[in-house]
Structures are given as C-alpha cells and as structure tokens.
C-alpha cells in the first residue's frame, strides 16, 4: 500500500485522508519538512493560496515541496490547483511551477462561491477510471485558463479545464475530497502505482 502524504496545514485535509483510504493508499499528515520522507506521493488540499503560502514559507517547506515534486505525484484541488500552477494571475503570485497551466484565482466571482456541479468528463477520463458524471463541489474556485501541449484534460465546466493530468502530476480546481466519487482519487493513487512499479 502505497504511502501518500496530506499537506495538513489547511484546508480539509482529512476528507482527503478518508478519500485515499478508500482509494486504497495510507494517508500520512505531513505538517514539516521531515515528514516528506518516504513518501511514494502528496496530496495539496483546498484552502485559501495566499494563506498557504505563508504557511509554506514559515515551516520552510516551498522549496521542499518543488523539490518533492520534481521526483513523486502531487494531486493538487483548489488551491493546491493554484500552487501547482506554473503562472498564477489576479493577483500574480509565487507557484511551485511544476504543471504547464495559467491558473486565474476567484475567477468565477462570488456566484460560484460554492456549487456542486454535474460533470461529464472526457473520453480518456472515463477509460482510465470509469463511466459516469462526475460531481465536482466548486468553492470560490480558479479557472485553469491555459494549458501547455502536454496537459490532458480530464474535465471541463463553461468549457474550461477542471481537471487535468501532466506528466506523474494531476489537478482539479474543484473540491474530490467532499465528494462520495473517488474515482479522481483513485486514478491518482494508480498512476502512483504504475509509477512506482516503472520506478523499480
């Protein structure tokens, strides 16, 4: 079983910890730097950006979490969306750069502070991780507003990506965690796994 680390600074960490525990991973609660070790992948929850950031800056781990990244997945929802991101606009902040995506925060104004939605996913989505809609619980979320040539894109909503997978790492700018579907969390525990089978 696979060992996936939880950022546990913010955001509802612990519905994500269930949701991997169902997709048949042990979470671990990361809080410092040195609980990233031996860890086979990290999940970044929700939470407000900016916020974490100084979160990340006061533990020490911003750097560690690029570091991280560039070698093991990162599944990043919501603001973890965000910090994955490779360009951050309004406002433009700091990112850790490791997904080709523009990512605009609050973007849908407050209209879409919370809404939970009915998603039809893309084909290579259904045959990775099943058929059927998709709920995706959006709370204040960003809009992925451009993505590099080697992006798939997992989901749209208003024709924009909300879901999307590049290379070992995946983001969606809607909340899986609070979802009863686990396929997102699933496919993402998968890929870890074919990753680490690849690795050894």
Same mark, same amino acid.
């Given at each position: 079983?696979?060992?996936?680390?939880?950022?546990?600074?913010?955001?509802?960490?612990?519905?994500?910890?269930?949701?991997?525990?169902?997709?048949?991973?042990?979470?671990?609660?990361?809080?410092?730097?040195?609980?990233?070790?031996?860890?086979?992948?990290?999940?970044?929850?929700?939470?407000?950006?900016?916020?974490?950031?100084?979160?990340?800056?006061?533990?020490?781990?911003?750097?560690?979490?690029?570091?991280?990244?560039?070698?093991?997945?990162?599944?990043?929802?919501?603001?973890?969306?965000?910090?994955?991101?490779?360009?951050?606009?309004?406002?433009?902040?700091?990112?850790?750069?490791?997904?080709?995506?523009?990512?605009?925060?609050?973007?849908?104004?407050?209209?879409?502070?919370? +809404? *939970?939605? @009915? %998603?039809?996913? &893309?084909?290579?989505?259904?045959? /990775? =991780?099943?058929? !059927?809609?998709?709920?995706?619980?959006?709370?204040?979320?960003?809009?992925?507003?451009?993505?590099?040539?080697?992006?798939?894109?997992?989901?749209?909503?208003?024709?924009?990506?909300?879901?999307?997978?590049?290379?070992?790492?995946?983001?969606?700018?809607?909340?899986?965690?609070?979802?009863?579907?686990? +396929? *997102?969390? @699933? %496919?993402?525990? &998968?890929?870890?796994?074919?990753? /680490? =089978?690849?690795? !050894?």
């Amino acid at each position: 079983m696979r060992r996936v680390g939880v950022l546990a600074l913010q955001g509802d960490f612990e519905a994500h910890g269930k949701a991997l525990e169902q997709a048949g991973a042990r979470p671990v609660m990361v809080r410092r730097v040195t609980e990233l070790d031996g860890l086979d992948a990290l999940v970044i929850p929700g939470g407000e950006s900016t916020t974490m950031l100084r979160l990340l800056e006061d533990e020490g781990m911003f750097e560690a979490l690029r570091v991280f990244g560039r070698q093991r997945p990162i599944l990043g929802t919501c603001a973890g969306a965000i910090l994955l991101a490779g360009e951050v606009t309004n406002p433009p902040q700091p990112s850790l750069g490791l997904m080709d995506i523009v990512v605009e925060r609050n973007a849908y104004g407050r209209q879409l502070e919370s +809404r *939970v939605v @009915r %998603l039809e996913p &893309e084909p290579e989505f259904a045959r /990775a =991780a099943g058929e !059927g809609e998709l709920e995706a619980v959006f709370i204040r979320a960003p809009i992925i507003r451009r993505t590099g040539p080697n992006v798939r894109v997992y989901a749209r909503y208003l024709g924009d990506p909300v879901l999307v997978a590049e290379g070992r790492h995946m983001a969606a700018t809607f909340h899986p965690e609070l979802s009863a579907d686990r +396929r *997102v969390h @699933r %496919l993402f525990v &998968e890929q870890v796994e074919r990753g /680490a =089978a690849t690795a !050894g």
